[in-house]
């Protein structure tokens, strides 16, 4: 449990956030070309890294927008937060 | 030799007052080279090394553990142990696992408190009631004990659940398992380590794995915090941080780390003789041989290593417990922790060969491993030996997520997620 500042709302209580897990897996551009390894890897396989992790998350009982963040998920401490088609922020 | 523990070897060191007792298994330094190398010391991999000792002959092996050995999921589980799965591929995978909890402490000469108590799986709308139904179904036809219990069954059988149908989610009948119950997850680890341990498998402790060193398509060995150590084979058995593992080894697994908790009540006098779970409201319990209630909570949705989960998850568990169980309401809860599990997306396990010789994982446990843990290490130990998974783990590989052959058990997995 900790609190998420949400770049439209401010900061809240992460109850109201939901997860969504890595973030800046891009969508196929071309789906009907790829291969079942390519779509293997698009649908199902993670990064899950213990460390400074990139990932989505999305304010889902406020403004119910989305956005990113880093944060290092040893000991859930949040090093930055960023809007949805932003670059993630250097190490 | 190993001593056998007995009621005569019990008495015989009652004689000196307990303190000549022999250890349970070495400390060794590791060697040089091994034929394989085990990496993470909990149950599934103690498990592992004891049957690759045991039915491979494969006694120039070890087990590496960074922290203490059980320290991590083994010692943190509620003990649950089950066969109830729906697809076939499961049942033959949990049965396995059953079927030999059913004679480890004999095989082990180590009580490991395995009580068949019985787990009873509760249905709290129309869904459930179809979904239990059909899993019952599913379950004998693969020869797994499993009847369907309506609200006056499930109340007989366990009489301080609240049948009341005027409550939020009333109880509208259950599964009843027999042969399911509880074991006591520390000697889980303990037994097989001193059974590998007997056979020659070095259990070496404190020993984190900073590296896997890769000659092209091949594994050669393990970078650990006590230097490099060579090797041909190695079985990842990691849990929460199979992932951590996989990124040195340049795999890609579907896996996603998350906090699971669980708590425990002050200790009281014998008050519910069974396991009873509840997917929809989220609540399981038993009570251990200490008296304590051990009551499993649900998983943050946010992937994190930090071993500690959110309070609100408790609080969900433990208002859904309070209505099936009023007589807890005054009971004061003593304990609570978290463990990092491995979830899959089918909520099944991967046991399963690489695309790099010689690196295998059994990973994706998920929030329900432990009752698996004797199969888990028999068909994995099976899967290292041979180069070839054993049938009975067959369909759980790592190729299924390209195929599309997912297994999927989020209804007998009992933990939403």
Redesign the interface.
Known sequence: ?FLINCPYCGERD??EF??G?EAHIERPKQPTELS??Q???Y????????GV?F?RWNHAHGCRKWFNMARD????EIKAIYKMGEKPPPQ | MRNKYSIFSLFKNALSYHENWQRAWKDPAPKKEYDAVIIGGGGHGLATAYYLAKKHNMQNIAVVEKGWIGGGNTGRNTTIIRSNYLWDASAGLYDHALKIWEGLSQELNYNVMFSQRGVMNLAHNLQDVRDLKRRTHANRLNGIDAVYLNTEEVKKFCPIINTSQDIRYPVLGGTLQKRAGTARHDAVAWGYARGADEMGVDIIQNCEVKGIKRNGDEVEGIETTKGFIKTKKIGVVAAG?S??IA?MAGV??????KPLQALVSEPVKPIIDTVVMSNAVHAYVSQSDKGELVIGAGT???????QK????IVEGTLNAILELYPIFSRMRMLRQWGGIVDIC?DASPILSKTSIKGLYFNCGWGTGGFKATPGSGDLFAHTIANDEPHKLNAAFNLNR????DLVDEHGAAAVAH
Request: charged share 25%.
């Open positions: 449990m992460q109850q939901k997860a897990g079942d390894d779509w293997a890897e649908l199902f396989m993670r990064k899950n890294i213990k992790q990932e998920t040893s000991n859930d | 941080h992932s951590v990124n890609r697994l579907p896996l996603e780390s943050d949705d946010y992937i994190s290593y930090s989960g959110s309070h609100q997306p997520f390209v195929s599309g």
